[in-house]
C-alpha cells in the first residue's frame, strides 16, 4: 500500500507546519502517515553543506529506523534532514518524492518539490510553491472549540475583545522594553476607542522582561497570558477565537499564518525596522544588528526577509500595520489545500 514518511522537524516553530500538511495528505490520500524522530550527531556538518544523499548525519539507533519497505513520499525540513531524505529516495530506487518544507539549503533540482513561504526568497519554478502564509491545522472546528472552552473565562471583561499575540527577537528585530511599552500603548488605545479589552498571549520567544513591561503598561481592562512550556491550559487559540480584531507582532509568520485564516482584521505591530517608509524608534541588540548587517552584505541565502511577507499581506489587504485603518479582504484559498493539490499532481494523484 503506498505509505507517507514524516520526518519530524526538530524545530518547535515548524513542527506543527510539517505535521498540518502530513496529516492532510494523508487523509487526502487516503495513505499511512508514519511520523519518525531522529537524533542527529552534532559534529558532522560536511553533508548539510554539501548537498549530500547520506545518513552519517545522525546516529546508528536513528539510522535504524529507516528501512524498507521505502515511502511514495519523505516530507520533512531543516537542513539536518535533507540529507537523509534525499539518501531515502536513492534507496528506493528514486521512487519515493522528496517535499522539502520552508527553506531549502541545497540546490532547487535536489527536491521534487519545496513548499516555501516569501521570507525564504525562493524563486518560482515547476518544483516550488511559494505559499503567502505558512501551513498549520487552525479551522473553523477548532476555533469554535476554542470559543466554547474559553468563553467563559473572560465573561468578566468588557466586550469587544481585541486580541495581542505577541512574539520575540527574530533576526535583524527586537522586541525589548520600547517596544513593549509602544504595543501597550498602541493597543490600549485601539482597544479603548471600542470600549473594549484586551486578550495578550506571550510566546517561548518574548523575553520575560518585555513581557512585563508590556503588562506594566496597558492601561485598560485585560488578561495577559505568560507563555509556560509544556502547558495544556494555553488560551493562545481561545483568545483568537473570541476576538474581533487581531493585533500580532511582526517577526512571527506563524502567528500571522493563524490569525489571517480567522477571516478577522488582522494588524501587524512593526517592532522598528520593518518599514522602511514609517520608521519607529527600536530596541538595541547586538545580535540583532549582526543579523542586519547579514541581510545587506552577504549572501541571502544565509538570511530571511519577514517584511517581504508583511508586503505581501498589505498589498492583498489581509492585514495593515497597527495604527492604520483595519482591513479584512475575503478569505484567500487555503495555502494548505493549495498545497495539497500540487502533492496530488507531483504524485499522480490528482
Not at 472549540?145 to 468588557?158: D, K, S, T, V, Y
Request: charged share 20%; aromatic share 8%.
Amino acid at each position: 500500500m503506498p505509505a507517507i514518511w514524516l520526518i519530524d522537524a526538530y524545530r518547535a516553530g515548524e513542527r506543527g507546519q510539517v505535521r498540518a500538511l502530513a496529516a492532510a495528505l494523508a487523509e487526502s490520500l487516503g495513505w499511512p502517515c508514519r511520523t519518525i524522530e531522529l537524533d542527529y550527531r552534532a559534529a558532522v556538518i560536511l553533508p548539510h553543506i554539501l548537498g549530500a544523499s547520506s545518513v552519517s548525519g545522525i546516529t546508528a539507533d536513528a539510522r535504524a529506523r529507516l528501512a524498507p519497505p521505502w515511502p511514495d513520499l519523505v516530507i520533512t525540513c531543516g537542513v539536518r534532514n535533507e540529507p537523509v531524505c534525499r539518501w531515502i529516495r536513492e534507496q528506493s530506487g528514486g521512487q519515493t518524492r522528496y517535499l522539502h518544507l520552508g527553506r531549502p539549503w541545497g540546490p532547487l533540482d535536489s527536491f521534487d518539490m519545496v513548499v516555501t513561504t516569501p521570507q525564504y526568497r525562493v524563486p518560482d519554478l515547476d518544483n516550488v510553491v511559494n505559499n503567502e502564509l505558512t501551513l498549520h491545522s487552525l479551522d473553523s472546528k477548532r476555533l469554535a472549540q476554542a470559543a466554547e472552552r474559553w468563553g467563559p473565562e473572560f465573561a468578566e471583561l468588557p466586550p469587544p475583545y481585541l486580541t495581542v499575540n505577541v512574539g520575540g527577537d527574530s533576526g535583524p528585530f527586537t522586541f525589548g522594553k520600547q517596544a513593549a511599552q509602544r504595543l501597550a500603548r498602541e493597543a490600549s488605545g485601539l482597544a479603548r476607542q471600542q470600549g473594549g479589552s484586551l486578550l495578550v498571549s506571550t510566546s517561548s520567544r518574548t523575553s520575560p522582561a518585555a513581557a512585563a513591561e508590556l503588562e506594566r503598561h496597558i492601561d485598560v481592562p485585560c488578561r495577559v497570558y505568560h507563555w509556560r512550556e509544556g502547558d495544556a491550559d494555553n488560551p493562545y487559540l481561545g483568545m483568537l477565537a473570541l476576538a474581533q480584531q487581531v493585533v500580532v507582532t511582526g517577526d512571527s509568520i506563524a502567528m500571522l499564518s493563524e490569525a489571517c485564516s480567522t477571516g478577522k482584521p488582522v494588524f501587524i505591530f512593526d517592532l522598528g525596522g520593518m518599514r522602511r517608509e514609517r520608521p519607529v524608534p527600536r530596541d538595541f541588540r547586538l545580535g540583532g544588528m549582526l543579523y542586519a548587517l547579514l541581510m545587506r552584505f552577504f549572501w541571502r541565502r544565509l538570511s530571511r526577509d519577514i517584511t517581504l511577507v508583511h508586503q505581501r499581506l498589505v498589498a492583498a489587504q489581509r492585514a495593515n500595520w497597527l495604527g492604520e485603518p483595519g482591513t479584512r479582504a475575503p478569505l484567500a484559498a487555503s495555502d494548505l489545500a493549495r498545497t495539497v493539490d500540487a502533492v496530488r499532481r507531483l504524485l499522480g494523484q490528482a
